[in-house]
């Protein structure tokens, strides 16, 4: 039976395929595009910033049947216009017109999607951009900026190079006020496209003019990150305890809610004239090393500084239509867009299909005769998809990407092809590993209504 319900889908896919190729031998329609942005790591986001965003993005479509393209840039030359189009299925990507691998104050968005034109018909694409690279800050303390006389804070992503300085020239870093403490911060943030970043920070001491350098290597970088390098050249423990002499980095919480410090020790070679030890670091000069358990000796193995760390998760969505990634319900408003993040690469993507009508469809059509879909490797099951559901990812446009558009749109949609009942549940399963063999799992329902 699985066998012939394979061959009968089989044979759908044959004739919608040749339906598309006369469609496209067909008429015009036309096309509007309704574009949006997630600015999410500025820290002031408003209307009008959106809109500049939205007006500069360059906009390339493309017909991957026969590879005709146009491009548009910047967006506003046509926004608010319909953009006529011969019928057939097509890409369109916005993204920004800069792309530098580094550059002050350049954030770089970009987002794609799939349509298809119909002849006579206006077709409406909704395309939320979101940010692809990294944002830099810089932050030095009032002792580092006292102690050392000149310095320069480099970072590079292994494609480009930023350096923040203070010399006899120049000076990039300007006052500000954090948490009640003077804190010089660079005059400009930094952005980086994804790759892993290395701080470098060379600098000579006021008080004998020696070198002063260290080096952070920080890995698992994301699209959106925002990393926030605080440099402290202080030795006695007076600002931030354990954590004050290096140079400590923070992922901003408005973007990816990761709190990670990363401490690396530096800068305490030579003792500055005049500090003074905290009331942290003992009192009159007792020793608290925890001989009667209650210092901080650590050993019953707590208060070693790792209490509130939390691990990185292998991936992340962003569903724009559902950011709770609740239950929806199936209707001609469903929208399962998604975008996923697997900052490790993707290795394996594979589907699970829990459905009272699906599943025995999917079990037609995988190698192994089972509910799970593998979209890298199933090459049947991938054939059919390209024709059942074009906007689904499959095969090289999963495989080593770490963000991918996941358009679950057009797969949930062919529920409505069978004879459902009010209240059945679909569950879609996420199963995905990175090149690390890190693991994720997420089940996304669907309800028919």
């Known amino acids: 039976m699985k066998k012939i319900f394979f061959s009968i889908l089989a044979v759908s896919a044959v004739l919608a395929g040749c339906n598309r190729e006369v469609i ?55 926004k608010g216009k319909v953009v006529e189009l011969g019928s057939g299925d097509y890409i369109l990507t916005a993204s920004s017109p800069d792309k530098a691998d580094a550059a002050f104050e350049q954030p770089i968005y970009s987002g794609s999607k799939d349509f298809s034109i119909h002849t006579g018909q206006v077709t409406t694409v909704a395309l939320q951009c979101a940010i692809t690279n990294v944002k830099v800050t810089v932050n030095l303390s009032s002792n580092f900026v006292s102690e050392l006389s000149d310095y320069t804070v480099t970072v590079t992503n292994g494609k480009g190079s930023l350096s923040w300085n203070r010399n006899a020239a120049e000076d990039d870093f300007k006052p500000t006020s954090l948490d009640g403490k003077t804190y010089y911060t660079g005059a400009e943030s930094g952005y980086f496209t994804v790759g892993d970043l290395t701080v470098t920070v060379n600098g000579h001491r006021a008080i004998d003019g020696t070198d002063a350098s260290t080096i952070l290597n920080i890995s698992g970088v994301k699209a959106a990150d925002h990393h926030i390098l605080n440099i402290d050249a202080n030795v006695t423990g007076q600002l931030g305890g354990d954590n004050a002499s290096g140079i400590t980095i923070t992922i901003s919480h408005d973007v990816n809610d990761i709190d990670q410090p990363v401490v690396v020790p530096g800068f305490e070679e030579i003792p500055v004239e005049g500090d003074k030890p905290s009331e942290d670091e003992g009192d009159n000069g007792e020793d608290n090393s925890g001989e009667d358990g209650s210092g901080d000796g650590n050993e019953d193995g707590s208060g070693d500084g790792n209490e509130g760390e939390t691990p990185v998760p292998v ?111 679909h569950n879609f399963t996420l199963n995905i590993t990175d090149e690390n063999g890190g693991e994720y799992e997420v089940t996304l329902t669907f309800i028919s209504e």
């Open 24 to 78: 496209e031998q067909q008429g015009s329609g036309s096309l509007a595009i309704d574009l949006s942005c997630n600015s999410d790591y500025q820290e002031v986001t408003t209307k009008a910033s959106d809109d500049d965003i939205i007006n500069n993005l360059s906009i390339d479509i493309k017909r991957p049947f026969d590879n005709w393209s146009i491009n548009y840039s910047p967006f506003s030359s046509i």
């Open 315 to 425: 991936a992340s969505i962003d569903w724009a239509a559902n950011p709770t990634l609740a239950p929806m319900n199936i209707n001609d408003n469903l929208n399962a867009d998604l975008v996923i993040s697997v900052p490790g690469k993707i290795a394996t993507f594979v589907v699970d299909v829990d459905s009272p009508q699906l599943t025995a469809a999917i079990e037609g059509l995988t190698y192994d005769e089972s509910s799970k879909m593998n979209l890298i490797t199933d090459e049947g099951l991938i054939a059919f998809l390209s024709e059942a559901a074009p906007s689904l990812p499959t095969s090289d446009r999963l495989l080593g990407e770490t963000q991918v558009n996941f358009f679950l749109t057009d797969l949930v949609k062919l529920i409505s092809m069978y004879d459902t009942s009010a209240g059945d549940r």
